[in-house]
């Protein structure tokens, strides 16, 4: 196709349903033609290929860990992650995910330097694309009566538990898992440096906030949807101003609980 007879609304058009590496092989006859509205789409695209190559090379660097595992032989590799540590009211979410080899996923990264939205997009293309993902939760309840440390182990048991297919090895984010007979690998700060840990991330982060959007429509004056049961300064003021919620944790919060309020903010 010639690009001198195309409009430049024509070519903006032709060049948006290519793929950004194919178009980028026009851009030398963009950036010729005569046309000031033509080279602009040429340097626009220029820009997008050369972000377009730098994702791939980022991505490319996320794949270290796992490629090194598919050298020695391993095949099914999940990587685990958790989300809801730190906050003083719901669940601990972990996640296990399978990726296929090489997978390139745009924008996959450490879940707590993503937007909501990004995060959202993305937890449906790691759903599409894994091969697996596993779920695991353990409730306020249980994180009261075995510490949060503990908590946070016994889901990622539960989200390897939770995976359809079995994993050969896993690379976990900084906790190593006991009686669980897979080779294991923990990874400080993984979810910046495993492109598994980060799919782990960005799922058990996701469906964390979609339990936490359920809590915020039983208990309204709370604002979890927008603190997502972390301590904040306004979570603090609702919990003194109604008292704890059945989904709190208690053992976060002893200092109010020993003032007398109940799971419910009544005083006993």
């Not at 195309?6 to 194919?22: G, T």
């Not at 509205?37 to 820009?47: A, H, P, Q, R, T």
Request: glycine share 8%.
């Amino acid at each position: 196709m010639e690009i001198a007879k195309l409009s430049a609304k024509d070519i903006h058009r032709w060049m948006e349903n290519m793929k950004i590496e194919e178009a980028g092989k026009f851009i030398p006859y963009l950036l010729k033609d005569a046309r000031n509205s033509v080279n602009k789409i040429g340097k626009d695209l220029e820009k997008k290929l050369d972000r377009h190559l730098k994702e791939k090379e980022r991505i490319k660097k996320l794949w270290h860990y796992e490629n090194e595992l598919i050298r020695s032989g391993v095949r099914q590799i999940a990587g685990i992650d958790e989300a809801g540590r730190g906050p003083l009211a719901g669940p601990v979410v972990a996640a296990a995910v399978i990726l296929p080899q090489d997978l390139f996923i745009e924008g996959i990264d450490d879940s707590k330097k993503i937007s909501e939205p990004k995060r959202e997009a993305l937890f449906d293309i790691i759903q599409e694309k894994a091969i697996a993902v596993g779920i695991g939760i353990v409730e306020n309840e249980v994180i009261d009566q075995i510490n949060i440390l503990n908590a946070t182990k016994l889901a990622m048991k539960k989200a390897v538990a939770d995976l359809k297919v079995q994993p050969e090895y896993l690379l976990i984010d900084a906790v190593k898992l006991a009686d669980i007979h897979i080779k294991q690998y923990a990874l400080v700060k993984g979810e910046s440096k495993s492109i598994s840990i980060a799919a782990a991330s960005i799922i058990a982060k996701v469906t964390r906030d979609r339990i936490i959007r359920k809590y915020d429509e039983m208990y309204p004056q709370y604002g979890f949807a927008k603190h997502k049961g972390y301590g904040t300064k306004e979570h603090y003021e609702s919990i003194e101003k109604y008292g704890l919620t059945g989904i709190h944790r208690k053992s976060f919060l002893k200092k109010i609980v020993g003032e007398g309020q109940n799971a419910h903010g009544l005083s006993e």
